[in-house]
């Protein structure tokens, strides 16, 4: 247990002296490489913020609008025979299209059921089950220019889906 610990705690310093040194060693402009990159990332950035504007002022509107309310509570009907509680159904459309979003509503069921009951154990599971499913499609398909998306998204989706009922499974076998 002591080495590993002591290569958790070397791990970063070393792969930050080393990976730059065994660059030199193969011969390449190690700082050179570093700016052109970081100017790369910084046009991409610009290319694909449109994208992210766009989605992420979508579903504000779709939040603020109530149409998020009005969703979980029809959705309650399937929700509650498999015990997920109401108050957790909104992460689970939030966490598909915003990362920032649904880390707002965990710590929010966080503060208001406490991080050790059955709510705030399958809060912190969904919000590591899944990916923000909306937002790395338009970030990755945005940045190469992908139009047609084909069968991505629903993919995507049913993964997310299959990941909240295992998220959903987990907990009630482990904390119940």
Known sequence: MDALASLSHWAFPIMLVGIPLYGLLKGVKVYEAFVEGAIDGFWLALKILPYLVGIFVAFSVFRASGALDILVSGFSIFTDPLGIPAEVVPL????????????????????????????GFLASTLQGSTDTTFYIITLYFGAVG????????????????????AAVAVCHSVFI
């Open 92 to 119: 689970m459309f939030i966490r598909p299209i915003s990362g920032s979003g649904a880390l707002g509503i965990t710590a929010e069921l966080m503060r208001k059921w406490g991080p050790d009951s059955f709510t």
């Open 146 to 165: 992908v139009k047609r998306t084909r069968h991505a998204l629903p993919v995507a989706l049913l993964g997310d889906m299959a990941a909240f009922l």
